[in-house]
């Protein structure tokens, strides 16, 4: 949760409010405190103007004497987002007044920390995003207990956090860190959609969303809510090591019918979509599935084409050959 608060004479002045404005936008503000040592009556304050377009909440506080007035803008949903993981917080700090950190050796620490600290957000992390803000509250509060500190008393952290949660292979004490965690949970129900294809789950989510030919990972309807359209939003965001998480779900062919020729991965490292650019874009068809697209003839397989218009560019012949000798090398069983 990033904050911004400032000084400024006169905000109403052409430019200054555009300023803030930029300046909230460019550093993605949450929370921003103005205080207007010119204005008499704030009432007239124009927030779109120095916020933006988009939901945002207001307080003032009218001017007195030679002091001047306070504006507060927030994201109502970022503060809203924040109470709901307050439960897990308590939970954790309820948990370490219960312990003596002190009277603990630093192996009975790390081991209640793994066992014990480690377990309670499990569920929350399984199914939402936790914000920024949160993860560092309880990695804080981890931090503290893991070197003998308590909530009113601060020690020395002897060893970066970052080494700590490395694995112990590698010099670390295996903690693992809570956005690693949360992003494992959140990508299991990724695995899961793919691996699952016959659970009551799965239908419903299809049913309600849809299902092929109207999703490119995670199917996902815009005009939506709810906790599974802000899961496949995390989870198609979500990189590992500069790759998207769907490069690394690949796809068993079988018959063909249930994988998708251009968005699945299914053949070498990168999907057809992005192999394929010119001719992708001359697909008439996009969800189309394998057995859509490799059709047996005799002893071959070839690719059977719905193009929206001929091959000519040399990028488009460039790939048709590729494609071509992809289909040379394919072979249909049963």
Same mark, same amino acid.
């Given at each position: $949760?990033?904050?911004?608060?400032?000084?400024?004479?006169?905000?109403?002045?052409?430019?200054?409010?555009?300023?803030?404005?930029?300046?909230?936008?460019?550093?993605?503000?949450?929370?921003?405190?103005?205080?207007?040592?010119?204005?008499?009556?704030?009432?007239?304050?124009?927030?779109?103007?120095?916020?933006?377009?988009?939901?945002?909440?207001?307080?003032?506080?009218?001017?007195?004497?030679?002091?001047?007035?306070?504006?507060?803008?927030?994201?109502?949903?970022?503060?809203?987002?924040?109470?709901?993981?307050?439960?897990?917080?308590?939970? !954790?700090?309820?948990?370490?007044?219960?312990?003596?950190?002190?009277?603990?050796? $630093?192996?009975?620490?790390?081991?209640? !920390?793994?066992?014990?600290?480690?377990?309670?957000?499990?569920?929350?992390?399984?199914?939402?995003?936790?914000?920024?803000?949160?993860?560092?509250?309880?990695?804080?509060? $981890?931090?503290?207990?893991?070197?003998?500190?308590?909530?009113?008393? #601060?020690?020395?952290?002897?060893?970066?956090?970052?080494?700590?949660?490395?694995?112990?292979?590698?010099?670390?004490?295996? !903690?693992?860190?809570?956005?690693?965690?949360?992003?494992?949970?959140?990508?299991?129900?990724?695995? #899961?959609?793919?691996?699952?294809?016959?659970?009551?789950?799965?239908?419903?989510?299809?049913?309600?969303?849809?299902?092929?030919?109207?999703?490119?990972?995670?199917?996902?309807?815009?005009?939506? !809510?709810?906790?599974?359209?802000?899961?496949?939003?995390?989870?198609?965001?979500?990189?590992?090591?500069?790759?998207?998480?769907?490069?690394?779900?690949?796809?068993?062919?079988?018959?063909?019918?249930?994988?998708?020729?251009?968005?699945?991965?299914?053949?070498?490292?990168?999907?057809?979509?992005?192999?394929?650019?010119?001719?992708? #874009?001359?697909?008439?068809?996009?969800?189309?599935?394998?057995?859509?697209?490799?059709?047996?003839?005799?002893?071959?397989?070839?690719?059977?084409?719905?193009?929206?218009?001929?091959?000519?560019?040399?990028?488009?012949?460039?790939? $048709?050959?590729?494609?071509?000798?992809?289909?040379?090398?394919?072979?249909?069983?049963?």
């Amino acid at each position: $949760m990033n904050f911004l608060s400032i000084n400024i004479r006169g905000i109403g002045v052409y430019g200054k409010s555009d300023w803030v404005r930029s300046l909230r936008v460019k550093n993605g503000v949450d929370f921003v405190a103005i205080q207007e040592s010119k204005l008499s009556n704030n009432g007239s304050f124009d927030i779109e103007r120095v916020w933006g377009r988009g939901e945002v909440k207001a307080e003032r506080v009218g001017s007195s004497g030679r002091s001047g007035g306070l504006i507060s803008l927030w994201k109502p949903k970022v503060f809203k987002k924040f109470c709901h993981w307050q439960s897990v917080i308590d939970t !954790i700090q309820s948990r370490l007044s219960s312990w003596k950190a002190h009277t603990l050796s $630093m192996g009975g620490r790390l081991t209640l !920390i793994k066992s014990v600290l480690a377990s309670l957000p499990i569920y929350y992390l399984s199914l939402y995003k936790a914000p920024s803000k949160v993860v560092e509250l309880i990695e804080k509060l $981890m931090r503290a207990f893991l070197w003998g500190g308590t909530s009113g008393e #601060r020690k020395l952290n002897w060893v970066a956090w970052d080494t700590v949660t490395t694995t112990k292979k590698e010099g670390g004490l295996g !903690i693992a860190k809570v956005k690693d965690v949360n992003v494992a949970l959140l990508s299991k129900w990724a695995w #899961r959609f793919y691996k699952e294809r016959d659970s009551l789950w799965r239908k419903v989510i299809e049913a309600i969303h849809g299902g092929k030919g109207c999703w490119v990972f995670l199917p996902s309807k815009a005009n939506l !809510i709810g906790c599974w359209k802000s899961l496949v939003s995390v989870l198609t965001r979500t990189k590992i090591q500069g790759k998207s998480l769907h490069s690394f779900i690949r796809g068993k062919v079988g018959d063909g019918s249930d994988i998708r020729f251009w968005f699945d991965n299914w053949l070498g490292s990168t999907i057809l979509k992005d192999r394929w650019p010119a001719l992708y #874009r001359l697909e008439r068809h996009k969800g189309c599935t394998v057995i859509e697209r490799l059709q047996p003839s005799n002893s071959k397989v070839l690719l059977s084409s719905s193009w929206s218009s001929g091959i000519h560019t040399v990028e488009q012949i460039s790939e $048709m050959q590729d494609a071509d000798f992809f289909a040379a090398k394919c072979h249909f069983f049963g």
